[in-house]
């Protein structure tokens, strides 16, 4: 399968622990953007990266989401001491060009429940 | 700041007939106007895009229009069958980040 792959695909954590979830884009897609999407709402932007550089963060996002994609290949999306209110599906999605305009192809997402 | 508006959030039609979804966005810079179709627990699939130097694109049963004056983008499908049944999204862009609206779920009945 050469689409956009996301690992893992469950994620069940308690309140409070830290969770990385990791990002495979398209082999030549050189950004790579994280959403967040809850039940019954659309994707919500949360960050993006042209090669290695982040270059854009919501405002939406707290200091304790922080991701990273160091080689200008897959990426890490980290967040720490989790709350309920994390629960949600986090989704994937690579592009090829400068950003306006490139279809974005989208993982299967990583679904995770806080408890 | 930037926002997108979709209606209806449920639309139910009988087989054979269209449907229209319609959306507004607030950032008059956005030039890339996507719809997404995600079927129960899929991924969002991309269906049809229009750029702003264009006012309609159609793609067989699927057209996109675009109003820049308004703000404005709409989704017709025509002949629905029942596998057109899931939820669409809309979505405006300026520098690639998606602004999503908040989808529309349709029901197509046999």
Redesign the interface.
Known sequence: DTGVSQDPRHKITKRGQNVTFRCDPISEHN?L?W?RQTL??????LT?FQNEAQL?KSRLLSDRFSAERPKGSFSTLEIQRTEQGDSAMY?CAS?YG????????????TRLTVT | GEN?E?HPSTLSVQEGDSAVIKCTYSDSAS??F?W?KQELG?????II?I?SNVGEKKDQRIAVTLNKTAKHFSLHITETQPEDSAVY?C?A???????????TTLQVKP
Do not use: H, M
């Open positions: 950004r953007y959403y019954g709402q659309g994707p919500e932007f993006y854009e989704l592009s400068q950003g306006e305009g490139d279809e974005q192809y989208f993982g299967p997402g | 997108v979709q030039n890339y996507p997404y899929k991924r969002p699939q991309l895009d750029r999204f979505a862009s300026r520098t690639g980040k998606l602004i999503f609206g908040q989808g």
